[in-house]
DNA sequence: CTTGAGAACTTCCCTATATAAGTGTATAAT
DNA sequence: ATTATACACTTATATAGGGAAGTTCTCAAG
């Protein structure tokens, strides 16, 4: 405890290294300025020159050293600070972030890949009918039991192979009636990618791990006993009011989450 | 698609009414003035007076009705944009984004709670010995098959019940013997919440769905059979060396990981 | 009537500078 | 010895203005 703390005292210092070195803003490149410094500063962090619980250079010092005004000293740190790499603390200075696991996130955009390529995607839509809400349904949207509502099972394939199973309830409107074409692909690409009109503003995702169950291993094709990835979705519309609610289910030898945690260096500026 | 492309050029003129608003910046408030004009931005959004695809006022606009500078609106508009609401486009302007389920990202953090309150969470070491690497654990550590390594498994309570099961190989470094304390909980607090000095650059995570093995359904006092996440990560230091494998496994049924997509009204701002 | 080039305009983007506010330390008074 | 104060140093916020990129309109040539 005293030993470590000792430690960090000493690596509080305001390492003076990243001064040195000879590098400096191309005025002249098409990156912008703040940009470029973030980008230095990241590379000292990367090679080591900067390390968890270090001091970055005062603002001023940055100024001084890289010829930049305050301003552009000041985004280049709210970039580093908002990719979570820094945290600045008013009056003590800025200070490089220990990795943490649990800063880890994992991307849903990673399936998105697999509703836009349509050369290989394919929807098919195994049911569509009119159904009368049981409690279960009713409560989830908010409606009566026994309301009407649309309920829709649809697989999704990539190159002939099942790899996704939707099923669905949605609010039934008569005044919006059910056009063929919407239950098609245009609809899941819609509510994943975001193109085009939408209704929704906003909606909760949990994702679960279960074991498919006989009907499901049966129309993904999958031996059983097979582990799954369950996505259950309930979306929302303008007037906070639930219009659809439902799970998509994939094989989990089909699917799978990758995620890194700490430096990054291809990283999109953007600020 | 024509009349939806008709629509959408509608909407696409910018909305007067949010400059209509009688609210303005309160010049005397603790929250910075860029803050509270991301506010007002994201409460229109949030009451549907500014709609998906729809265009915000231009920056000049912004400047002239709430009086502010135009570097103050730029602020306030690129924390919107980092926020991931809007995207803005040069020359065009600034249009809010429709939601999509593809952005939607799940966080490790929720796990961290479960390492930070000592009260109810133990870590107990099931074993803890040296081993030769086998030739998978040394194609992962990048070292010669047969090299000595660090094999660890942990169980992780709460409450007295098992929720998560950690195997995990270490390289092992003759400098750095390992101290029994360190096996225990610190060695995993500070994995997830980067606290104290570590030595750990950037690390890989994969999350995956399986099935209970007979041993690990035993361990974690699971009827079987039984579906479970799975976390692999590999951490390396700053040479960009391995230093750690291995995998985290938790039931189903204890572990939920949820996210929301599109307006969330309790953001903390920061830029 | 159609088409293409160019100017004018609107839009976002970047930098420079000044001022405020918080933190820690050294110093002086009690 | 303890407390209060002044000062140096840090990050935070705001203002002003110039520049770059895209869109739209105009107008002349085919």
Redesign the interface.
Known sequence: MSL?SI??AMAQKPNSQVLDQTISIDRASYEPAYAQLAGILRQSM?T?IL???NQLPSEAQLCERYDVSPMTVRRAI?LL??QGFVVAEQGRGTFV?????????????D??TL?NDSEHTTVHVLEARIVDADERVARKLEISSGERTIYIRRLLRTDGLPVLYHREYLIYDPLRPIVEAELEVTALQR????????I????????????LTDEEAKILQAPQ?????CFE?LF?D?DDKPISWGWFIGR?DC??????????MDRKE??
Chains 1, 2 share one sequence.
């Open positions: 470590a430690g960090v990367a080591g390390r968890p619980g709210n600070v908002d972030k220990p990795v943490a696991m649990g800063a880890a996130t994992f991307q849903l955009r399936l998105q509703f509510l994943f990618n975001g193109t085009g009109e939408t929704l503003k906003h909606g909760d995702i949990n994702l679960e791990a279960t074991i006993p097979m582990a799954a990835f979705h929302y303008f989990a699917l799978k989450f990758s995620t890194q945690v700490g430096l990054l953007r600020s």
